[in-house]
C-alpha cells in the first residue's frame, strides 16, 4: 500500500498547490464584506474550488480502478477499490452542492441551508441538478460494484456518463455558441478522465502487469491525449474569440498555464512510449518513476483546471441569439451549403464509426459507408444542422436524413449483425413515434444532451431495424410518421414561439417538412430493400469448407473435391 497513497498524497498535494497560487494570486478570493451585499464568506470561497478539486480527483480514482479492471484483468480491483472511490466521489459530490448553495445564495452554508432553497435548488438549478446526478451515479457505482463485479465495462461506461453533467452548469453553458462549448467540454471531459485514471490504476495496480496492457493503455493514451488537447483547444477559442485576449485576460494567461502543462504532458507520453515501454519487460522501475511525476503534473493541471472554471471568461462580442445559443444568419438558399457549425461529439461518432469500419468489416463497400456518414455530418453540423432548431421544416428534413436515409446507407456497406426480430420490431417504432407524440420534440430543441440522444439515437435504432430485417414494419411507421405531421398538429409549438426575435424566420412550413420528410423516408426504405443482406448460412459454410482444405492450415484438398460436387 506505500506506493498507492504516496501517489494519492503528491496527486492531492500537487492539485491543492496549484489551485491556492492562481487562488491567492489571481483568483476570486473573500473580499471584505460590505454591509447590504450578500456574501457567502471565506468558508464558502475557498471550500468550494478545494471540494471541486477533491470531487474531479474522486471521480479520475473510480474511473482509474474500473480501467485498470479491465486492462489488466484484476476482477478483485473493483470489489476493494471501487466501491471506496465512489463513495468519496459520492460525498464530494453532495458537499459541492451544498458550497455550490452558499456561493449562489450569498450566505454562509449553514444559513443557505436554512433559507429552505435546498430542494428548488438541485431540481431546478443547473448547478445543483448536475451535481445531483453525479451524487446519485456514484452511488449506484457503489451498489453496482457489490453485485456486478465481473463487468467493469458496464461500471466504467456509468463512472464516465457521471463525469459529464457538470458541463452544462459551467461557463461554456453561457458561452457565445452554447452547444459547440458544452459539446467540445464533454469530449474534454471524457477524454481527460480516462487518459488520467488510465494512468493512475495502471500505476496503483499494475503488480503483475504484462507488457501488453501497458502497450494497450499507451494507445488509449495518445487517442486520449490528442482529443483533450484539440477539445480544450476549441473550448477555449469560443470562450475568447481574440488571440489577444490571452494575454490580457485572467481567463486567457490560466489557459496559456494549461496549454504549457500540457506540452510537458507530452513529452511525459513521448519518453513513455520511446523509452519506458521498451525496457519494461527488463525493468519497470524508470516506467513508474516516470508515471509516478506524470500524475502529479496532471493533478495539478487539474488544479488549474478548477480555478479556469472558477474564472469569468471576458465578455463574448458576437451577436447571438438568447434562445438558441448561437447567431442564426438570416436564410438564404446558398447557406444551406455554406453553413458550419461543427460539434465535437457528433464529430467523434463519425470518426469512431469510420474507424470501425475499417476495422471490423470485410470493406466491400467503403465509398457507400463514406457516402452515408458524410450525409449524416452535413445533416447534423452542416448548413441543415445549423437552421434545423429554427425552422420546423429544416428539423423534420435533418431527422428524415439521419433517421431513415443515413442508416440504410451504412447498412448497405455493412451489416455486422442481425438483431433479433423484437428488437427490430421496438427500434423501428418506438423512437419515431415517441419523438412526434411526447415532448421530446421540444426537449431536444431547449436540450443540448437531449438532441444530441435524439441524432444518435434516431441513427442507431434505424441502423438496428435494417440489420434486423424489419424493414416493412419501418416503411409503416414512416409512413405514419409523415402523415401525421401533414395533418396532425403543430410540433414544437412552444419553442418555436419563443423565436419571435428571429424576424425572417418563416412560419408555418410543417407541411413542406413533411412532404420532404415522406419522400426522404420512401428513398431510404427502397434502399433498405435493396441492401444486401448478412452473410447466409451456405456462403459462410463454403468459407469454413475453403479453409479446412487449405494445406497451409494442415487441411485436406480433397475435401475440396466433395463440395464442388454438391
Known sequence: MRRPVLVCALALAAGLGALVLVQLFGGPRDLPA?????????????????????????????????????????KDVVARAVPRWALAWAGSAAATVLLTLSDFVGAPVLEALRSGMLSTFVLYVPQGLSFLVVYVLALAIVLLSLVARGRPWVLLAVAVAAVLPPAYAGHSASAVD??????????????????VGGLFGLLVFMRGAPVRAVERFSTLALWCYVTVALSGLLNAWVRLGRVELLWTSEY????????????????????????????????????????AGEVVLMAATMGLAVALSRTPP?????????????????????????????????????????????RWSDRRRPVMWAAG???????????????????????????????VLVP??????????????WLGLVTATVPSLALFTTPLFELSQSVPAVRLLVLLGLAVAAYTTICSGIWPVMAGTQALV???????????????????????????????GALIYAAIAAVAVATARLSPKKEDGHAASRDQTLDAADPRAGGDPRDLVGHRGR
Open 373 to 403: 456518414l458524410a450525409l449524416f455530418a452535413y445533416a447534423t453540423v452542416g448548413g441543415l444542422g445549423t437552421y434545423a432548431r429554427a425552422m420546423v421544416s429544416a428539423q423534420l428534413v435533418q431527422w428524415a436524413i439521419v433517421g
Open 252 to 291: 486567457g494567461v490560466l489557459v496559456l498555464l494549461k496549454l504549457a502543462a500540457m506540452g510537458a504532458l507530452g513529452w511525459f507520453g513521448l519518453r513513455h512510449r520511446t523509452r519506458t515501454i521498451a525496457a519494461f519487460t527488463t525493468t519497470r522501475r524508470p516506467f513508474l518513476r516516470l508515471a
Open 178 to 195: 452554447h452547444d459547440f462549448a458544452v459539446s467540445s467540454l464533454l469530449v474534454h471531459l471524457g477524454g481527460v478522465v480516462l487518459w
Open 34 to 74: 460590505i454591509r447590504g451585499l450578500p456574501s457567502p464568506g471565506a468558508f464558502t470561497t475557498w471550500g468550494l474550488p478545494i471540494m471541486r478539486l477533491v470531487h474531479d480527483l474522486c471521480a479520475v480514482g473510480t474511473v482509474g480502478s474500473l480501467l485498470a479492471a479491465v486492462l489488466l484483468g484484476e
Open 408 to 421: 440504410a446507407m451504412l447498412a448497405m456497406a455493412w451489416r455486422p449483425w442481425r438483431p433479433p426480430a
Open 482 to 512: 409523415a402523415l401525421y405531421l401533414l395533418l396532425g398538429p403543430d410540433q414544437g409549438r412552444g419553442w418555436y414561439s419563443q423565436l419571435g426575435d428571429i424576424t425572417w424566420l418563416p412560419v408555418g412550413d410543417q407541411w413542406l
Open 314 to 358: 471576458p465578455p463574448g462580442e458576437s451577436p447571438a441569439h438568447g434562445v438558441l445559443g448561437f447567431y442564426l444568419p438570416i436564410l438564404a438558399p446558398g447557406r444551406f451549403v455554406t453553413e458550419w457549425r461543427p460539434d465535437p461529439i457528433l464529430l467523434l461518432a463519425v470518426a469512431l464509426a469510420c474507424a470501425a469500419y475499417f
